[in-house]
C-alpha cells in the first residue's frame, strides 16, 4: 500500500471554474503540486500543513523537469500522503498527464484524474464565441501549436474536418499557422479571435483574419498563455462578448489582509471582473488557554471578545477543562458584528461594543492594537505563499490597494516593504472613514476614486458591515 495521487484539473483561471470534487481533494491534500497556469488563489483550500509545491517556471527560467515531476509524485506516494497534482484546465489536455500516470503505474502507486474546465472552450465562452452554432460550425478542432509547423500533413486534415480549431500554445507560432492555414486552403479573411489570460481579471481579446491578425497581436502585445479560436463562430462575439462587458475588468487590485479567513472584498471584485489578490495570505497560530486561565474567565463578570476566531478557542479550552458554555460570564461583549454573528452561532447573545472597557476580562488575538487579557491565537503570514506572492508581487503591475481594516494597512506595509514592493505608484481604497484617517496617518495619500465608490456600492449592498472583512 501507498498514498493515492489525483491529478486535479484546475480550470482555465476563474476560481469558480474547479470541480467540486477538485476543491474537495485540495482540502485533504497533504501535497500539492501545483503549475504557473493553476490560480494560486486555489491553493487556500489546502489544510495549514499541506505542503505546497511549485512546478512552474521560476523568474531564473529554471523549471522543474518533467522526471522531477514524475518521481516527485511517487515520492511522496510511497511516504504514504495524499498528494495532489494540481493542474491548469484539464490535465489530459496538454497537460502530460499520460505521462505522470503511467510513471505513477510502473511505481504501483494509485491515483485517479478529476478533469477541469479546459482553456480552449471556456476561452471561447468568456469571450463571447459558442464553439459549435447551427448556423457557422458543426465541428471543434482542439491543437497545439508547438508542433504544427512540423506535421502539416495533420493541419490539413484539421482543416477539412473541423469549422472551429482552437490551438494551445499557439501565439509563438501565430504567423506560420496563418501562413499554412491559409496555403491549406482557409480563405484569408477567416476569422480568429486570440484571447489572453482568459477567464481572469486580465483577459483580453484580439480579432482579426487570417490576413490581419498578427499585427494585432503584436501591437496589443499578446502573450502566454492565450487560446486562438479560428473560424465563423468568432463573428458571434459581436453579440455575446458577455464578460468583457464587466466593469472592473483589467483593473488590478489588491486587497490587503489582516485575518486568515476568506475576504468576501477579494470574492467580490473577482466577480466585477477585477483581478483581485487578497494580500499577505495568513495564517493562525493557536495558543492554549491553561485551566487556571479558564477559571479565571468563568470567573470574570464582564467577558470580552475582540475576535471571532477567539470564541471557538475559549469554547474548546472550557470544554478541556471540564466546563461548559454556561459556565461562562452572563456579560459578553464583541467589538464587531462577525464576533457577536460567530457568538450567536454558539447560542449566545452578545453586546456589540465600540471598543474594550476596563473591568473586563478581554480575550483575542495578540495584537499591536489592542491589550488583551488572555491571548488565544496569534496571526502570522503563512509561509508556504510567500514565495509565489512575491513573484505574483513582481510580475503584476498591481494599481491599488484596498484597506479593509487598520490591521490590515499594519500587515500590507510591513510584508510589502519585506517583498520589495515599491508602494510609490499605488493608489488606496478604504472600507471607513477610519480606515481611511488610519492609513493616511501612515502616509497612504492618494484615494482610487472609482475603487471608493465601488466599495460604497459594495457597502449597500450588504445589511451590516463590520470592522472585520
Ligand atoms: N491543460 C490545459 C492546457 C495546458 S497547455 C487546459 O486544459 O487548458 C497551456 C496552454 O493552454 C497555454 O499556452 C494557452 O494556450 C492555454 N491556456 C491555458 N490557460 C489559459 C487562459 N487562461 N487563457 C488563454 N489560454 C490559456
Redesign the pocket.
Same mark, same amino acid.
Given at each position: 500500500m501507498s498514498g493515492f495521487v489525483s491529478f486535479v !484539473?484546475a480550470g $482555465?483561471?476563474d476560481i469558480g471554474l474547479i470541480t467540486e470534487k477538485g476543491i474537495h481533494r485540495l482540502k485533504s491534500a497533504d501535497v500539492v503540486l501545483y503549475d504557473r497556469?493553476a490560480n494560486p488563489r486555489l491553493l487556500r483550500y489546502t489544510k495549514p500543513d499541506c505542503r505546497l509545491v511549485y512546478c512552474g517556471k521560476l523568474p531564473d527560467r529554471h523549471v522543474m523537469r518533467q522526471e522531477m515531476i514524475n518521481s516527485a509524485l511517487a515520492d511522496y506516494a510511497l511516504q504514504y500522503l495524499k498528494v495532489v497534482r494540481l493542474? !491548469?484546465?484539464? $490535465?489530459?489536455?496538454?497537460?502530460r498527464v499520460g505521462e505522470e500516470a503511467k510513471a505513477l503505474n510502473e511505481a504501483g502507486i494509485e491515483y485517479e484524474i478529476v478533469p477541469?474546465?479546459?482553456?480552449?472552450v471556456?476561452?471561447a465562452s468568456y469571450a463571447g464565441i459558442p464553439v459549435t452554432h447551427r448556423d457557422y460550425s458543426t465541428s471543434f478542432t482542439v491543437r497545439?501549436?508547438h508542433y504544427c509547423s512540423h506535421s502539416t500533413g495533420k493541419i490539413n486534415e484539421a482543416v477539412k474536418n473541423a469549422d472551429t480549431i482552437a490551438?494551445?500554445?499557439?501565439?509563438k507560432n501565430l504567423p506560420a499557422h496563418c501562413r499554412q492555414l491559409t496555403k491549406d486552403g482557409l480563405p484569408p479573411t477567416t476569422k480568429i479571435a486570440v484571447?489572453?489570460?482568459?477567464?481572469?481579471g486580465k483577459?483580453r481579446t484580439v480579432e482579426g483574419t487570417l490576413e490581419t491578425i498578427n499585427v494585432k497581436v503584436a501591437s496589443a502585445r499578446i502573450q502566454?498563455?492565450?487560446?486562438?479560436i479560428i473560424g465563423d463562430v468568432v463573428t458571434m462575439r459581436k453579440e455575446l462578448a458577455w464578460y468583457e462587458k464587466k466593469l472592473l475588468l483589467g483593473k488590478r487590485l489588491l486587497i490587503a489582509k489582516a485575518s486568515p479567513s476568506d475576504s468576501e472584498i477579494e470574492r467580490y471584485f473577482l466577480e466585477s471582473g477585477a483581478e483581485a489578490y487578497a494580500f499577505p495570505t495568513l495564517a493562525m497560530k493557536k495558543s492554549k488557554l491553561s485551566t487556571e486561565d479558564v477559571e479565571h474567565i468563568t470567573g470574570a463578570g464582564r467577558l470580552i471578545f475582540t475576535a471571532p476566531e477567539s470564541i471557538d478557542i475559549v469554547m474548546e479550552s472550557l470544554l478541556e477543562a471540564g466546563f461548559d458554555a454556561r459556565d461562562l460570564p452572563r456579560w459578553i461583549g464583541c467589538l464587531s458584528e462577525k464576533t457577536l454573528q460567530a457568538l450567536r452561532l454558539k447560542g449566545i447573545i452578545g453586546h456589540k461594543l465600540q471598543k474594550t472597557e476596563k473591568n473586563s476580562v478581554i480575550v483575542g488575538p495578540e495584537s499591536q492594537h489592542s491589550k488583551v487579557t488572555f491571548s488565544t491565537h496569534r496571526i502570522i503570514r503563512d509561509a508556504r505563499f510567500k514565495e509565489l506572492e512575491e513573484r505574483l508581487l513582481a510580475e503584476e503591475e498591481w494599481e491599488t490597494v484596498v484597506f479593509p481594516n487598520r490591521s490590515s494597512v499594519d500587515w500590507f506595509t510591513q510584508e510589502a516593504r519585506a517583498a520589495g514592493f515599491p508602494l510609490s505608484l499605488l493608489k488606496f481604497a478604504y472600507i471607513s472613514d477610519q480606515v481611511k484617517a488610519y492609513a493616511e496617518e501612515k502616509g497612504f495619500q492618494e484615494v482610487d476614486e472609482d475603487i471608493q465608490r465601488e466599495i460604497e456600492k459594495w457597502r449597500t449592498t450588504r445589511s451590516k458591515v463590520g470592522s472585520e472583512c
Open positions: !484539473g $482555465p483561471g497556469l493542474k !491548469g484546465g484539464d $490535465p489530459s489536455v496538454f497537460g477541469g474546465v479546459t482553456a480552449s471556456a476561452a497545439t501549436g490551438y494551445y500554445m499557439g501565439i484571447i489572453e489570460w482568459a477567464t481572469t483577459q502566454n498563455p492565450a487560446m486562438v
